[in-house]
Nanobody
């Protein structure tokens, strides 16, 4: 089970930190990703991090503004979001999957087996 928290309403230019708490003790065995579902659009990739955190991946739209991290000792993942823009408004989901290696596509929704329920982020202009 994955539970997101930390969403809310923030003004443009502000910051939020999302958390993803996992109940699985095997959290460290999974790659972790964040996706978002903007209103009226398809769910889209935001960021991903490998099992031990040695590699991270970002969508172009959030590079240099968002940072993905994880603390395997706490079974928790994070998404630090800065310089937020109105177009970042979306329901944000964390997801975990077994993927790794050269065949793994960190940006692919199908790569992730377990999903949280989401947390809403609203950025006002």
């Amino acid at each position: 089970q994955l539970v997101e928290s930390g969403g809310g309403l923030v003004q443009a230019g502000g910051s939020l930190r999302l958390s993803c708490a996992a109940s699985q003790r095997t959290f460290s065995s999974y790659a972790l990703a964040w996706f978002r579902h903007p209103p009226g659009k398809e769910r889209e990739f935001v960021a991903a991090i490998t099992r031990s955190g040695e590699r991270v991946y970002y969508a172009d739209s959030v590079k240099a503004r968002f940072t993905i991290a994880r603390d395997n000792a706490k079974n928790t993942g994070y998404l630090e979001m800065t310089n937020l823009k109105p177009e970042d408004t979306a329901n944000y989901y964390c997801a975990v999957g077994w993927g790794s290696g050269s065949d793994w596509n960190p940006m692919g929704r199908d790569e992730y087996d377990y999903w949280g329920q989401g947390t809403q982020v609203t950025v006002s202009s």
